[in-house]
T-cell receptor
């Protein structure tokens, strides 16, 4: 099956610093990737849709200047949490839609961000 | 817009007992339905999906789900659970042929006791 790799799996950073999370589709091209945020014991909340070669589409209430998304190639999207604060601590998950398939997306293993 | 309801936030069962995790959806158009499993501190793994055809779909590890259009349900079942099935299970729905983005339920925590 298709593999999506997310890195790092966990990161601890100081308040005020920025953190970059990578999402790679390892064996397929993904024009579209998605970034989700998950709070403890809750479902996934879609943050933004990342489109290769164009600007990301953010969901209502998500600060685009705080959560910078770059989709520089067909296999890589990055999410940068800028000037992180403790309230940004969460589990971030990416998913990628295989260009040749329009039925499902494949998920990365997630990144646990802790801001101290 | 479509929505997904997972009524049970937590389902505790004993090992080797049967289990059913409930999922109901609402949509005015035809949908695709999915069950995902999430182990602690990991991403989501697709367990099974219904796109069309047979309403009963099965996974490789013994889970099955049945699409019931009249009851707008897609309940997940397993006749005999293992300790290793302890995880969070998410039901998801998306409009067939439409924008890819699925709508997730809030999740059900399956806790299997020895």
């Amino acid at each position: 099956g298709a593999v999506v790799s997310q890195h790092p799996s966990r990161v601890i950073c100081k308040s005020g610093t920025s953190v970059k999370i990578e999402c790679r589709s390892l064996d397929f091209q993904a024009t579209t990737m998605f970034w989700y945020r998950q709070f403890p014991k809750q479902s996934l909340m879609l943050m933004a849709t990342s489109n290769e070669g164009s600007k990301a589409t953010y969901e209502q209430g998500v600060e685009k200047d705080k959560f910078l998304i770059n989709h520089a190639s067909l296999t890589l999207s990055t999410l940068t949490v800028t000037s992180a604060h403790p309230e940004d601590s969460s589990f971030y998950i990416c998913s990628a839609r295989r260009d040749s398939m329009n039925t499902e997306a494949f998920f990365g293993q997630g990144t646990r961000l802790t801001v101290v | 817009a479509q929505s997904v309801t997972q009524l049970d936030s937590q389902v505790p069962v004993f090992e080797e007992a049967p289990v059913e995790l409930r999922c109901n959806y609402s949509s005015s158009v035809s949908v695709y339905l999915f069950w995902y499993v999430q182990y602690p501190n990991q991403g989501l793994q697709l367990l099974l999906k219904y796109l069309s055809g047979s309403t009963l779909v099965e996974s490789i590890n013994g889970f099955e789900a049945e699409f019931n259009k009249s009851q707008t349900s897609f309940h997940l079942r397993k006749p005999s659970v293992h300790i290793s099935d302890t995880a969070e299970y998410f039901c998801a729905v998306r409009i067939s042929g439409g924008s890819y983005i699925p709508t997730f339920g809030r999740g059900t925590s399956l806790i299997v006791h020895p």
